[in-house]
């Protein structure tokens, strides 16, 4: 999971809320929520050490690896305050739907409109047209409240650099308002019909949520992480307490047990847990019972910690989290746009600290008025909110439809620097099952097929090239690709989903299975993001977002990427040696820091920003020494030929990453049309090397 996309939490949650004062009542009833109620500031106090996570955790501070885990203790705070207020309204018969929305309205949009505002200006003024264009889709899709659905669905393979998106975070506010459509009208109609057994019903609501989670979390990691469905347990979770079935603890020692334990099992996860931590999923359990625990031992009369959150410095932060959350990742965001590079931990840690000041207006001046029934009315409310609405969505449906607003930009440099998009390098997209009737053909597709190459989008972003070297030596050739798929069969990602490995390893062993039927292939050609898989981090990233594992495999681990990477290639190479056909591997392409497009053409908008974007020949190497030692072996052990792209990317101790101004990449490692057909010749040594012995085609010498 990419963490993608940054995890954030929401905490779009009632400071300064009534709460209840607990006392113990049997199962399956409730307390009197009506008569006994007082304020929380542990609960404020609380909600100021999941901000902090987050925001820590967003400033790149290591020891926050888990920090993104304040999205679970928001939401089980959230669940606990108002499912309070629903079931002291529904114990009262006060209960009103009208009432709730006009409550989550107050909350929940003059904040978020403010920041809406705002970031569609900047956006406007900052922003390529291509991410205005998707920046105007998020911003549509926050004002209906469905951004996690479209996070989720774009959070793929080529989804982009999360850090771009100013508002990625408001995919957790998606996640609760699509709650708060069903849970006011679930308790509702379980307090009318099944009070005596409430609890139950909700613990079994709980369980299926969480079972939910668990299962489609292994299966598809981005869903798992952005869905409504599986975060609802945690929402639940501070349902069932509210409740009031569990008994008062009496003893302040058991309460400060209690506490205790809870502050451990967050400190635990957000020091422990990374980016690589399946989750939602279990994992999150121990941050939403930690959190749970808290809240619990608070309501059964207080302890020590519950006292230290209540201080004023903690409940000042709990009281302008929302703000705060709101305006940090934004800020964030567009001040790495601006700059262009990454932000560097103490850049990011400013920026963290200065949004305190909009969070602080925010809260004092449009955050509070709009809570008071007596400074704005409903009517007034909603036509606000309506005609906010409006203007947001006129603005979104234009930077949508008129195709990020193109005009904004000098024309010569727009036309020169996105002439690598996306779809002008994907002429082929196989089907499944695979099959030569389904799978795309290089060359001359009138003779029969004598070779295959097999790979992932980097063969992909090849295919121009191989096509014309096919074509310029008459040969013909089946070209079975699929993006994230590495042409190593038996070696997967330990940390995709299910689902994911169960289509690689498919896809992988109908490819085999095609290869050994092929009479007339007898030379594969084998593509693929090779540095990936060996060293475990993205280029230029020591954070671990990609490791892999095999049969053999103990514990995964980036010091073992390097030697699962080394086995699966000496068992593929073997196998298909094996079958008698002659092997050729294409060396990765060099990668960039950067995305080559956006950055040149920022660098054009923003020319006081200027530096050297080209990785150095150096820099290749020492990515890639893992990789290169491998396949050095494997010509030393097996007729295996290897060609290497970087000796015409990098000919002066740079790689190039533009030529006359048009990117030779799409992004940061994937080659462009123009990039692929830099690498015609290099393709054409490709397809050429099962004639020729593997040590005469590249000496080690010329290699290095």
């Keep these: 999971m990419t963490l993608l996309a940054a995890p954030d939490a929401d905490p779009t949650l009632m400071t300064g809320i009534t709460t209840v004062e607990a006392?113990?009542?049997?199962?399956?009833?409730?307390?009197?929520?009506?008569?006994?109620?007082?304020?929380?500031?542990?609960?404020?106090?609380?909600?100021a050490v999941a901000i902090i996570s987050v925001l820590l955790y967003h400033a790149g501070w290591k020891t926050f690896s888990g920090g993104y885990v304040g999205v679970d203790i928001f939401f089980v705070i959230s669940g606990y305050l108002i499912s309070s207020i629903l079931l002291r309204e529904l114990k009262s018969n006060s209960f009103s739907l009208a009432r709730f929305y006009e409550r989550r309205v107050r909350r929940i949009f003059p904040a978020l409109y403010t920041i809406l505002i705002?970031?569609?200006?900047?956006?406007?003024?900052?922003?390529?047209?291509?991410?205005?264009?998707?920046?105007?889709?998020?911003?549509?899709?926050?004002?209906?409240?469905?951004?996690?659905?479209?996070?989720?669905?774009?959070?793929?393979?080529?989804?982009?650099?999360?850090?771009?998106?100013?508002?990625?975070?408001?995919?957790?506010?998606?996640?609760?308002e699509q709650t708060y459509l069903v849970i006011p009208l679930f308790l509702?109609?379980?307090?009318?019909?099944?009070?005596?057994?409430?609890?139950?019903?909700?613990?079994?609501?709980?369980?299926?949520?969480?079972?939910?989670?668990?299962?489609?979390?292994?299966?598809?990691?981005?869903?798992?992480?952005?869905?409504?469905?599986?975060?609802?347990?945690?929402?639940?979770?501070?349902?069932?307490?509210?409740?009031?079935w569990l008994p008062h603890l009496k003893s302040e020692t058991r309460r400060n047990v209690l506490a205790a334990a809870g502050t451990a099992a967050l400190a635990?996860?957000?020091?422990?847990?990374?980016?690589?931590?399946?989750?939602?999923?279990?994992?999150?359990?121990?941050?939403?019972?930690?959190?749970?625990?808290?809240?619990?031992?608070?309501?059964?009369?207080?302890?020590?910690?519950?006292?230290?959150w209540s201080s004023r410095p903690f409940v000042f932060i709990g009281a302008i989290s929302y703000s705060l959350y709101?305006?940090?990742?934004?800020?964030?965001?567009?001040?790495?746009?601006?700059?262009?590079?990454?932000?560097?931990?103490?850049?990011?840690?400013?920026?963290?600290?200065?949004?305190?000041?909009?969070?602080?207006?925010?809260?004092?001046?449009?955050?509070?008025?709009?809570?008071?029934?007596?400074?704005?009315?409903?009517?007034?409310?909603?036509?606000?909110?309506?005609?906010?609405?409006?203007?947001?969505?006129?603005?979104?449906?234009?930077?949508?439809?008129?195709?990020?607003?193109?005009?904004?930009?000098?024309?010569?440099?727009?036309?020169?620097?996105?002439?690598?998009?996306?779809?002008?390098?994907?002429?082929?997209?196989?089907?499944?099952?695979?099959?030569?009737?389904?799978?795309?053909?290089?060359g001359d597709s009138t003779v029969d097929a004598s070779f295959i190459v097999w790979g992932d989008s980097h063969a992909d972003a090849l295919f121009p090239a191989l096509d014309k070297a096919a074509l310029q030596t008459g040969r013909s050739g089946i070209y079975a690709g699929m993006d994230g798929c590495r042409p190593i069969p038996g070696v997967f990602k330990y940390s995709s989903g299910s689902r994911e490995k169960i289509r690689c390893a498919t896809f992988n062993d109908e490819v085999v299975e095609l290869i050994r039927r092929a009479e007339s292939v007898n030379e594969v050609v084998l593509i693929g993001r090779w540095a990936l898989m060996a060293q475990g981090t993205a280029y230029k990233s020591g954070d671990p977002t990609f490791?892999?594992?095999?049969?053999?495999?103990?514990?995964?681990?980036?010091?073992?990427?390097?030697?699962?990477?080394?086995?699966?290639?000496?068992?593929?190479?073997?196998?298909?040696?094996?079958?008698?056909?002659?092997?050729?591997?294409?060396a990765q392409v060099p990668e960039v820091e950067w995305d080559v497009p956006r950055t040149l053409l920022l660098m054009d908008r923003f020319k006081m920003t200027r530096f050297d974007i080209r990785p150095t020949t150096k820099d290749y190497l020492d990515r890639n020494a893992p990789v290169l030692a491998s396949f050095d072996q494997l010509k030393d052990q097996f007729s295996v030929a290897v060609v290497y792209p970087h000796q015409v990317l990098c000919?002066?101790?740079?790689?190039?990453?533009?030529?006359?101004?048009t990117p030779l990449y799409f992004d940061t490692d994937h080659l462009s049309l123009r990039g692929a057909n830099e690498l015609t010749g290099t393709m054409m040594q490709a397809l050429a090397a099962a004639n020729l012995k593997p040590k005469s085609l590249v000496s080690r010498e010329?290699?290095?």
Aim: positive net charge; aromatic residues 10%.
């Design 326 to 442: 709101l305006w940090h990742w934004s800020l964030l965001s567009f001040a790495r746009y601006v700059v262009i590079r990454p932000l560097t931990l103490p850049e990011k840690t400013l920026i963290v600290g200065l949004s305190v000041v909009p969070a602080v207006l925010s809260w004092r001046f449009i955050e509070q008025p709009f809570r008071h029934k007596g400074a704005v009315d409903r009517p007034m409310l909603l036509k606000w909110a309506v005609a906010f609405s409006a203007v947001l969505v006129a603005a979104g449906l234009t930077f949508v439809r008129a195709e990020g607003l193109p005009q904004r930009w000098d024309q010569d440099s727009l036309r020169t620097r996105t002439a690598s998009r996306l779809d002008e390098v994907r002429p082929c997209q196989n089907r499944s099952p695979v099959d030569v009737a389904n799978l795309c053909r290089l």
């Design 268 to 308: 635990w996860t957000v020091w422990s847990f990374n980016e690589l931590t399946p989750f939602p999923s279990a994992a999150a359990l121990l941050p939403c019972l930690g959190a749970a625990a808290l809240i619990y031992a608070g309501e059964s009369g207080g302890c020590f910690l519950t006292r230290v």
């Design 188 to 244: 509702a109609f379980t307090y009318r019909y099944f009070r005596r057994h409430i609890v139950l019903v909700v613990l079994m609501a709980f369980a299926a949520s969480l079972t939910l989670s668990i299962v489609l979390t292994s299966m598809s990691p981005q869903a798992g992480f952005f869905l409504s469905v599986t975060r609802s347990w945690e929402i639940l979770t501070g349902t069932l307490l509210a409740l009031g």
């Design 23 to 47: 006392g113990h009542v049997p199962s399956g009833t409730t307390r009197d929520q009506a008569s006994t109620v007082k304020y929380r500031p542990d609960i404020d106090g609380l909600r």
């Design 118 to 176: 705002v970031t569609s200006v900047l956006a406007l003024a900052i922003l390529t047209p291509a991410d205005l264009k998707k920046f105007g889709v998020s911003l549509l899709s926050m004002v209906f409240f469905f951004s996690n659905i479209i996070f989720w669905r774009t959070s793929g393979y080529f989804g982009g650099d999360a850090t771009l998106q100013p508002l990625l975070h408001t995919w957790s506010l998606s996640v609760e």
């Design 547 to 586: 490791l892999i594992a095999d049969s053999e495999t103990v514990a995964p681990s980036l010091e073992e990427n390097a030697t699962v990477f080394k086995r699966g290639m000496r068992h593929v190479v073997e196998m298909l040696t094996k079958m008698g056909k002659s092997v050729t591997i294409v």
């Design 702 to 704: 010329t290699r290095d």
């Design 651 to 661: 000919p002066d101790g740079h790689c190039r990453v533009e030529s006359d101004g």
